[in-house]
């Protein structure tokens, strides 16, 4: 089955800086890649995703990128700010998948933004 | 659209006891996921659902855990005598049919203590 590893594990930058979380998938069959916000005792949420047909995909201050051939994606967010602090998830799926598979994600990136 | 709708928020249960966790997917969404997630870690694949039929339920423990996905009502993941290890919370995620998009969106989540 697929297989997601995430970096690092937690993350601290200023305010304003950028912050890049990087994730790697073993199944090449993937297709998608969403990535979530989870806020401390609620429920993840998707903030962007990509699938295998493009390279990045950008959505105001957060882009992602993806690299096929290697097999990862990355989560940049630019200009950070206090509210941006949480965990963060990457996801890696094949769809569709026809059944026998779910989303399999990292581990989680804690993102702190220190003021 | 009231989103995933899982209940009870929280549950208390006793060593031994039962537990049956809700979840209503999104209006349209006919999949359905479970997910638990153990404190400061990441959300681990438990089961895929549809209507009446589980689909994928590799990441379900052998024994003492059971999931459904009645043609009416909601989806329940039921958890028969209930450990300390249980403990955790239970998030549900519901996409729209495979071919629709590969986004899921989550419930609020179950947070179960076992004392």
């Known amino acids: ?115 | 659209n009231a989103g995933v709708m899982q209940n009870p928020r929280h549950l208390v249960r006793r060593r031994g006891q039962e537990a049956r966790l809700r979840c209503s997917p999104m209006k349209g969404h006919s999949h359905v996921y479970w997910y638990r997630q153990l404190p400061e870690e990441g959300l681990k694949f438990m089961v895929y659902l549809q209507k009446e039929n589980i689909i994928d339920e590799s990441g379900m423990p052998k024994e003492r855990f059971s999931a459904e996905f009645p043609k009416e009502g909601p989806s329940i993941l039921r958890i028969q005598q209930v450990v300390r290890g249980d403990s955790a919370a239970y998030f549900c995620a519901s996409s729209p049919p495979l071919g629709q998009g590969g986004g899921y969106t989550f419930g609020s989540g179950t947070r179960l203590t076992v004392v």
Do not use: M
């Open chain 1, 1 to 115: 089955g697929e297989n997601v590893e995430q970096h690092p594990s937690t993350l601290s930058v200023q305010e304003g800086d950028s912050a890049v979380i990087k994730c790697t998938y073993s199944d090449s069959a993937s297709n998608y890649f969403p990535w979530y916000k989870q806020e401390l005792g609620k429920r993840p949420q998707l903030i962007i995703d990509i699938r295998s047909n493009v390279g990045e995909k950008k959505d105001q201050r957060i882009a992602v990128t993806l690299n096929k051939t290697a097999k990862h994606f990355s989560l940049h967010i630019t200009e950070t700010q206090p509210e941006d602090s949480a965990v963060y998830f990457c996801a890696a799926r094949v769809v569709p998948g026809g059944g026998a598979d779910g989303l399999t994600f990292g581990k989680g990136t804690h993102l702190i933004i220190q003021p």
